[in-house]
């Protein structure tokens, strides 16, 4: 498996949290959890469901149904406001991000047995377009793919490991990017295993 591709903006820290940062991570994500349960969204359209299970922290959160993808301040099902951002992160934003302002949302992706997966996509329901995405991952490996703004360009997939925070600024912010496949067992983090991705994002260039 190659290294990492370094695309403008792009900057990759395997390790970034130690083993007892995951683990309180985790804590902080698993309360979230409970306050606003992890959903299976569908496609907008086809209404296909996706592969991996979501659910958001912050003022705003991703949500997709047939009617289109979009951030909304409440969880679809509960009508409940999302939980906050936790400390850990807005601090990792604070050093990492290089933004002015505090992220939005955090959206908390599951992926869980072999099918799991994200196809390729650029993240574009943010208005502020411009703000980095931060991303950090939790759990068992993701083989990640990363290739640029067109989605014919080419692509390159890596490996990426429990603990490694990702951030997408620049030219990467607008890089077509998705997950192939998770290894399932390469991590004892999640105790019924899987993967727990985190990104932080900025969706409205105000306040
Ligand atoms: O799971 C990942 O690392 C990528 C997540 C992603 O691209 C997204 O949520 O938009
Ligand atoms: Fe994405």
């Given at each position: 498996?190659?290294?990492?591709?370094?695309?403008?903006?792009?900057r990759?820290?395997?390790?970034?949290?130690?083993?007892?940062?995951?683990?309180?991570?985790?804590?902080?994500?698993?309360?979230?959890?409970?306050?606003?349960?992890?959903?299976?969204?569908?496609?907008?359209?086809?209404?296909?469901?996706?592969?991996?299970?979501?659910?958001?922290?912050?003022?705003?959160?991703?949500?997709?149904?047939?009617?289109?993808?979009?951030?909304?301040?409440?969880?679809?099902?509960?009508?409940?406001?999302?939980?906050?951002?936790?400390?850990?992160?807005?601090?990792?934003?604070?050093?990492?991000?290089?933004?002015?302002?505090?992220?939005?949302?955090?959206?908390?992706?599951?992926?869980?047995?072999?099918?799991?997966?994200?196809g390729?996509?650029?993240?574009?329901?943010?208005?502020?377009?411009?703000?980095p995405?931060?991303?950090?991952?939790?759990?068992?490996?993701?083989?990640?793919?990363?290739?640029?703004?067109?989605?014919?360009?080419?692509?390159?997939?890596?490996?990426?490991?429990?603990?490694?925070?990702?951030?997408?600024?620049?030219?990467?912010?607008?890089?077509?990017?998705g997950v192939?496949?998770?290894?399932?067992?390469?991590?004892?983090?999640?105790?019924?295993?899987?993967?727990?991705?985190?990104?932080?994002?900025?969706?409205?260039?105000?306040?």
């Open positions: 498996m190659p290294s990492p591709p370094s695309p403008d903006g792009f990759y820290l395997p390790d970034r949290l130690d083993a007892a940062a995951q683990q309180a991570l985790l804590e902080a994500v698993q309360q979230v959890a409970a306050a606003a349960p992890f959903q299976r969204y569908v496609t907008p359209g086809r209404g296909r469901p996706f592969s991996i299970d979501m659910t958001n922290a912050g003022p705003l959160g991703w949500v997709s149904d047939r009617r289109g993808y979009r951030y909304s301040p409440v969880h679809p099902a509960t009508g409940r406001p999302w939980p906050p951002i936790p400390a850990t992160l807005l601090d990792l934003w604070a050093e990492l991000a290089g933004w002015p302002q505090p992220p939005q949302c955090c959206l908390v992706n599951l992926y869980r047995g072999g099918g799991a997966r994200l390729l996509h650029r993240d574009e329901d943010e208005e502020a377009a411009d703000a995405i931060l991303n950090v991952s939790l759990g068992d490996t993701a083989v990640f793919r990363l290739g640029g703004r067109q989605r014919s360009d080419p692509t390159r997939s890596f490996m990426v490991p429990s603990g490694t925070v990702m951030v997408f600024a620049g030219e990467a912010r607008a890089a077509f990017h192939d496949r998770i290894l399932p067992g390469s991590s004892t983090l999640l105790p019924e295993g899987g993967r727990l991705n985190l990104t932080l994002r900025r969706v409205t260039p105000g306040d």
